[in-house]
Each structure stands twice: as C-alpha cells, then as structure tokens.
C-alpha cells in the first residue's frame, strides 16, 4: 500500500493518470477476492457481536451483587445529596456550554439553573 501510494504520488506530480484504488479493484475483482473479503468482514463481525454479547451475560451478576452491596451500605448511612440532582444539573450544564455558543444567554442562563439545581438538591439532601 505504501509503495503503491508513493506511485500514485510520482504519477501525480508527473501528470500520469494512475488510480491504485481502480487498478487495484479490477485486480480483486478478477481474482474473485471481494466477496471472500466480505464473508472475512462479516465473520470478523459475527465474531466480535457474540464476544459482546458474552461479555454482557458475564456482568449481569457482578451488576447485581453490586446493587445489592450499594442498597446496604446506603441502609446504613445516610445519603449526602440527591444523586438524580445531580445528574440532572450536569445534563443541563453540559447542554448549555453547547448552547452558550450559538445563544449566549441562554447558555448562561442554562448554567446559572444547572447551579440552582445543584445547590436545591444539597439543600434538600435526605438526612
């Protein structure tokens, strides 16, 4: 490919029409190697897919036994702030550096809110 790019290159600066991805196209063509390269390609997928797919089933558990330590520790201290505040104050922060560039005062406004947000959810944390 690099050979064959520096080519491409020489031909160029000499006016030469030369295309490596055409000639190289016919060749695969005339080889029938394209529809092999295809059948790899979809293997290749397949193959990835399923290791994806087992890795998925292999955390379920470990997500669960997780869920389950966190509902215990949280039974036993009391949580600081609420987390869904949080979230939802980041959400909105993050979407108003977007806005900020289009619309300026929308966007401070958005980060002025998501600062709001912030400090109601630590105001009104669960004791």
């Known amino acids: 490919m690099r050979m064959a790019s520096i080519i491409e290159g020489i031909y160029k600066t000499h006016n030469v029409d030369f295309k490596f991805v055409k000639v190289l196209k016919n060749i695969l063509q005339e080889e029938n190697l394209i529809s092999r390269a295809y059948v790899e390609e979809l293997k290749i997928s397949f193959d990835s897919f399923a290791k994806s797919i087992d890795s998925a089933l292999r955390i379920g558990p ?40 289009s619309n300026q005062s929308l966007g401070l406004a958005g980060m002025v809110s998501s600062g709001l947000i912030m400090a109601a959810s630590v105001l009104f944390r669960k004791y």
């Open 62 to 101: 470990e997500m669960e036994k997780l869920r389950d330590e966190v509902s215990i520790y949280m039974k036993k201290r009391k949580p600081m702030i609420l987390i869904s505040g949080s979230i939802f104050a980041s959400a909105i922060f993050v979407g108003s550096t977007f806005l900020f560039q």
